[in-house]
């Protein structure tokens, strides 16, 4: 978490994620019907890219992040551009109790493989959700473990069949299944790519 609190400040300076965060917004846009949406929840915030991405079209977003650092540049985001339709919030649904509020639409973007305790925190997802209420993950597909550092202790993104399987053992359906992004990095003069899926499921109910 440390090390996300010093990247916080120069953090929306990377090109490459402002335009990432824009192009899943668009591709969110395609499957779901955000003008229905009431309440929104982005875990994992961050900067709040995405969300910012997504503010004219959800009527209500709360950022929720671990990081101190992180929730105070959305802060500060949301005041020197008059929004108001946001609620940031330094948050961790595994360790602190979860909130009265229940959402409409969750969307998650590259943080569920930080987050070990996976069924646990997709079971926090269901019980945050409304019925029929909708989750967006949007994280890496499987990959050999060379997109973090050695030493990284999380998940080297996610097989298909096996994050769907224990979305439908939190009572979450699985509705849509795309890849819609590839990240780049350069290892030794070569190109490694890494495909982002999105993942959209409904609660049941």
């Known amino acids: 978490m440390a090390d996300f609190d010093k990247?916080?400040?120069t953090w929306d300076d990377d090109p490459e994620r402002v335009n990432r965060a824009l192009s899943i917004a668009d591709s969110i846009s395609k499957h779901i019907d955000l003008s229905r949406i009431e309440k929104?929840?982005?875990?994992g915030s961050g900067t709040g890219l995405l969300s910012f991405a997504l503010k004219d079209?959800?009527?209500?977003?709360a950022l929720m992040d671990e990081s101190a650092?992180?929730?105070e540049v959305v802060k500060d985001k949301c005041a020197a551009n008059n929004v108001n339709h946001f609620v940031p919030l330094q948050y961790n649904i595994l360790k602190q109790p979860l909130p009265d509020q229940k959402y409409d639409f969750i969307f998650i973007l590259l943080t569920l493989h930080h987050i070990i305790e996976l069924e646990e925190v997709l079971d926090k997802f269901a019980r945050l959700l409304n019925p029929r209420g909708y989750l967006a993950i949007i994280d890496l597909e499987k990959e050999d473990g060379t997109f973090h550092p050695e030493g990284f202790n999380g998940h080297n993104g996610f097989d298909r069949e096996t994050l769907e399987s224990q979305l439908q053992e939190a009572d979450i359906t699985p509705i849509s299944y795309e890849v819609c992004y590839e990240?780049?990095?350069d290892y030794d003069d070569v190109d490694q790519k890494y495909p982002l899926f999105l993942l959209i499921s409904q609660k049941q109910g």
């Open 7 to 9: 990247k916080a400040a």
């Open 40 to 43: 929104a929840m982005e875990y």
């Open 57 to 61: 079209r959800l009527a209500s977003i």
């Open 69 to 71: 650092s992180m929730i």
């Open 183 to 185: 990240l780049k990095r």
